[in-house]
């Protein structure tokens, strides 16, 4: 496992990158007030996970979250995430990497929305209904001056703006190989997302995990997202060894 720095309007972007013999990378997205590590280190376990599929895996922060430079009260955006993400694929493929995205709930509004090609996509918990969670969020936390705290995370009211603004099923990326795992008790992401989900990809292979919170905060349930990974990533042919 590589420590990599990558420059993006002068601030660098943080994350490692866990190396196999190919030219196949799959890159992480992680969500909201999420990082490369996240919940019960489930990111760190699901890139080991892939990387023992035979995948180059890259696991990155965002400007603003984990040990990316920034702020997350200036550098939080979706317009702003989707730039990076661009950026860290344009990067990989420069250096001839196949690129796969693997994204986790806001992370899929931005992966579903770069202006790049990738190879695949696996959606967990995409976060199509983010308007309605962050309003879910801001009214169990309160206001912060003329912005918004929420579990101690200052809010920028221009985000909030921004959040109710995009429009999260348009302009979609296209992409062939397409899987979609969801969990039947996500207190946030709504079966109405998930739907729309595979409307928009409707030759996606769809996962509902029985009793599966947002995070799969329990050990079957993480176990079994760990065997749709290996499932998906484990089917690939024609990997170069």
Do not use: W
Request: charged residues 25%.
């Amino acid at each position: 496992m590589i420590f990599e720095e990558l420059i993006f309007n002068q601030k660098k972007i943080r994350g490692f990158l866990h190396e196999a013999n190919n030219n196949e990378l799959v890159i992480m997205v992680h969500g909201f007030m999420g990082n490369k590590i996240d919940h019960h280190f489930m990111a760190k376990m699901y890139a080991q996970d892939i990387n023992a599929c035979g995948f180059n895996v890259f696991r990155f922060d965002f400007l603003g979250s984990g040990d990316s430079d920034g702020d997350f009260y200036e550098d939080e955006g979706i317009a702003k995430q989707i730039a990076q993400l661009d950026f860290v694929i344009n990067h990989f493929k420069a250096l001839k990497y196949n690129v796969h995205l693997f994204a986790y709930s806001l992370g899929g509004v931005i992966a579903t929305h770069v202006h790049e090609d990738i190879n695949s996509l696996f959606l967990l918990s995409p976060a199509g209904n983010f308007k309605d969670i962050l309003k879910q969020m801001l009214n169990a936390g309160k206001k912060y001056f003329d912005d918004y705290e929420f579990n101690g995370f200052h809010i920028n009211k221009h985000f909030v703006q921004e959040a109710n603004e995009f429009a999260y099923f348009e302009n979609m990326l296209k992409v062939n190989k397409v899987k979609i795992v969801q969990g039947s008790k996500d207190q946030y992401v709504s079966l109405k997302s998930y739907d729309m989900f595979k409307k928009i990809y409707p030759n996606c292979e769809a996962i509902m995990i029985e009793n599966g919170d947002h995070c799969y905060t329990t050990i079957e349930t993480t176990n079994i997202v760990r065997k749709e990974i290996k499932d998906f990533y484990g089917n690939f042919k024609n990997m170069e060894n």
